[in-house]
């Protein structure tokens, strides 16, 4: 119903930024809260942040103060800046929504952040 598609991950060295983008297309709805997630070699999968459809916005604790949600719904994305990067956000990013903002997937971008 729904599909999303990641880009904006690359290599980048610590300090520095990037901004992911997460497009959607299909049955999405402005209700729908949506998430970015990332997963490291060995690691589980761990929600990053979140925004809702009136957005509301969530940040695990790691990266607060260094990396911004948004959305345009006009556009159907939702964005991920990430600033001052660190070797510890080196992980393929996903972006989920849906009603309980997982049903749905993308296929995932690789964050590479160099020492």
């Known amino acids: 119903q729904v599909q999303l598609v990641e880009s904006g991950g690359g290599l980048v060295q610590v300090g520095g930024s990037l901004r992911l983008s997460c497009a959607a297309s299909g049955r999405t709805s402005t209700t729908y809260a949506t998430g970015w997630f990332r997963q490291a070699p060995g690691k589980e999968r761990e929600i990053v942040a979140s925004?809702?459809?009136?957005?509301?916005?969530f940040y695990t604790a790691s990266v607060k103060g260094r990396f911004t949600i948004s959305r345009d719904n006009a556009k159907n994305t939702v964005w991920l800046q990430m600033n001052s990067l660190t070797p510890e956000d080196t992980a393929v990013y996903y972006c989920?929504?849906?009603?309980?903002?997982?049903?749905?997937w993308g296929q995932g971008t690789q964050v590479t952040v160099s020492s």
């Open positions: 989920g929504t849906g009603p309980s903002g997982r049903e749905y």
């Open positions: 925004i809702s459809g009136i957005g509301t916005t």
